[in-house]
Nanobody, 120 residues
């Protein structure tokens, strides 16, 4: 069974930084894409950043220049470095992965979410 386990959320002051991690474990062949989504209270879940197997990245406009997504293939882990955080970044952050399974099918998985709160 595949699991995505997130860590690194918490409370930070405006202007501060946090780094989120998401580790994929279980039986799969490789990672196709991994990304981070977030959902603020009363709002729809939105894509924050995504990284492909070829290391191409894409960011939502509101985080460009502040957030950086990266991955460690050996650890099957994706990171989200978040700098210059503002209260508008407060949300539950979810890891998402498209995985190539051992039977050559693809499957999509979600992590359980980690809360990021930006407040003074």
């Amino acid at each position: 069974q595949v699991q995505l386990v997130e860590s690194g959320g918490g409370l930070v002051q405006p202007g501060g930084s946090l780094r989120l991690s998401c580790a994929a474990s279980g039986r799969f062949f490789s990672i196709v894409n991994m990304g981070w989504y977030r959902q603020a209270a009363g709002k729809q879940r939105e894509l924050v950043a995504i990284i492909t197997s070829g290391d191409s990245t894409n960011y939502t406009d509101s985080v460009k220049g502040r957030f950086t997504i990266s991955k460690d293939n050996a650890k099957s882990t994706v990171y989200l470095q978040m700098n210059s955080l503002s209260p508008e970044d407060t949300a539950a952050y979810y890891c998402n992965a498209d995985l190539l399974m051992t039977d050559w099918s693809t499957a999509n998985y979600w992590g359980q979410g980690t809360q990021v709160t930006v407040s003074s």
